[in-house]
């Protein structure tokens, strides 16, 4: 049977960088895909031309290219990173932790309701905690990109989320944005203190999950998704 050339295969790879195939799991998938294609067609009809063989597969993804598959697999990883942040979390939580977020959510609660300026108090801590995520996320984003480059690949999904924090600029938005939009009168109020307070607690463990747990497995994790990681450790 007809096999494809070291140099077809590079082509391949060439073809769906041009494509915007952007993570390296998505473009091995790909070209996986392309090539097993072409080699099948082959078997019908080994004279035909490689590049004709290319572009007839590449009609049958429609439309719009490669975009629907790059979408689907990056809600799968999305969603088994959901998972990973939600059994992070259910792992550091042991009884000392317990009462410390306890305690953190104590300390927001009597800020909103009982001082008289601890809503300003509680909103400089909170953009105090997006400013240096902000800043590590962007650190880690530099770092992840210099690695890939080194390594001479693309960066994966799930490699991309950690050192993004999963889109950390899209759940830090709720707490802001309470604060910005809701009347005075709500803050020391006791419902919206109770409730605000769950918010907030919730948002610096998520933080804390996405910033520091994650990042510290970070090869662990990635190891587990890609069983070709190994190759770059």
Known sequence: MKRLSKQQI??????????????????????????????????INPDKDFETALQEEFKKFGVYGFLEVVEERQKAIEKRYYKIILREIKTFLNMPRIVLIVAWFLL?????????????????????????SLVKMFKSRKSQKRLAQQQNR????LENLIAQAGHLAIYANLPVQIFIFLPDSLF??????????????????????????????????????????????
């Open 10 to 43: 590079e082509r391949l790879y060439n073809f769906t960088d041009a494509h915007f195939v952007e993570y390296q799991e998505v473009q091995n998938e790909l070209v996986d895909h392309l090539a097993n294609a072409i080699e099948a067609q082959w078997e």
């Open 108 to 132: 927001s609660f009597n800020l909103l309701t009982k001082w008289q300026y601890g809503s300003y108090v509680l909103l400089g801590i909170l953009l105090t905690l997006i400013t240096l």
């Open 154 to 157: 693309k960066p994966y999904l």
């Open 188 to 233: 020391g109020n006791f419902w919206f203190g109770l409730f605000y307070s769950l918010v907030f607690t919730a948002f610096c463990l998520l933080l804390y999950a996405t910033l520091v747990l994650l990042p510290r497995k970070r090869e662990k994790l990635l190891k587990e998704t890609y069983p070709e990681w190994k190759f770059y450790g």
